[in-house]
Nanobody, 120 residues
């Protein structure tokens, strides 16, 4: 089982910045892609950004130009740099990873989520 742990959430004022991290732990796995999703109260979970093992990225229109996703393959860690935060960015942010185990069994794992609150 691949475990994902997010960190870096918190309370920030509009226009501020925050950096989220997601560390994958375990053994005998290979991650194909990692992504960040978010869910606001009463809303469906939505994609924020994804990054493949090759470095290809994709962003939701709402965060383009403000958020940057990156990863350190050697550390099995993904990051989300969030700049110019807006109140509408307030949500629980979840990390996702998909890939294959050493026994060639696919997995799709989720972290526990980290709260991001943007408020003056």
């Amino acid at each position: 089982q691949v475990q994902l742990v997010e960190s870096g959430g918190g309370l920030v004022q509009p226009g501020g910045s925050l950096r989220l991290s997601c560390a994958a732990s375990g053994s005998g796995f290979s991650i194909d892609a990692m992504g960040w999703y978010r869910q606001a109260p009463g809303k469906q979970r939505e994609l924020v950004a994804i990054i493949t093992s090759g470095g290809t990225t994709n962003y939701a229109d709402a965060v383009k130009g403000r958020f940057t996703i990156s990863r350190d393959n050697a550390k099995n860690t993904a990051y989300l740099q969030m700049n110019g935060l807006k109140p509408e960015d307030t949500a629980v942010y979840y990390c996702n990873a998909r890939g294959w185990s050493s026994t060639r069994v696919s997995f799709n794992s989720w972290g526990q989520g980290t709260q991001v609150t943007v408020s003056s």
